[in-house]
């Protein structure tokens, strides 16, 4: 598991690859994530936006930006716990994800929270050893 603390708020990143979502033979390659967001902090926020910077295993990087997470906008009060499970696919059997959540307290000040770097995996990518 993956984490980072952004201003008392935890995030937490699962990825899996699902083989039977992927086809090597074709150059798809397909992974879950889910997601867990701890409000650890003493004042309400709400998930405003998303963004995501992909990398894959030739390093072609794809930026995505938008509202909420799998079209909520969560609001976490202090203590409370937000999971969802999306879902990325690549042209190669390895790569990384990393990004940002824009956030926004309940008194209208704005922020972003990290989601940490992540790795994407299967059994396809190529391991040398040196």
């Given at each position: 598991?993956?984490?980072?603390?952004?201003?008392?708020?935890e995030v937490t990143v699962k990825p899996r690859f699902l083989a039977e979502r992927s086809s090597p033979q074709s150059g798809q390659y397909f992974w879950a994530y889910t997601i867990g967001i701890t409000?650890?902090?003493?004042?309400?926020?709400q998930l405003k936006t998303r963004y995501w910077h992909i990398t894959?295993?030739?390093?072609?990087?794809?930026?995505?930006r938008g509202a909420g997470v799998v079209?909520?906008?969560?609001?976490?009060?202090?203590g409370d716990f937000y999971e969802y499970t999306s879902g990325v696919p690549l042209?190669?059997?390895?790569?990384f994800m990393a990004g940002s959540y824009g956030?926004?307290?309940?008194?209208g000040e704005k922020f972003d929270i990290e989601i940490p770097a992540f790795s994407l995996d299967s059994s396809h990518a190529e391991r040398t050893i040196n």
């Amino acid at each position: 598991m993956y984490r980072a603390v952004t201003r008392d708020i935890e995030v937490t990143v699962k990825p899996r690859f699902l083989a039977e979502r992927s086809s090597p033979q074709s150059g798809q390659y397909f992974w879950a994530y889910t997601i867990g967001i701890t409000n650890r902090g003493r004042q309400a926020v709400q998930l405003k936006t998303r963004y995501w910077h992909i990398t894959d295993a030739t390093g072609r990087v794809q930026e995505v930006r938008g509202a909420g997470v799998v079209g909520e906008e969560p609001l976490l009060q202090p203590g409370d716990f937000y999971e969802y499970t999306s879902g990325v696919p690549l042209p190669t059997p390895s790569g990384f994800m990393a990004g940002s959540y824009g956030m926004i307290t309940v008194t209208g000040e704005k922020f972003d929270i990290e989601i940490p770097a992540f790795s994407l995996d299967s059994s396809h990518a190529e391991r040398t050893i040196n």
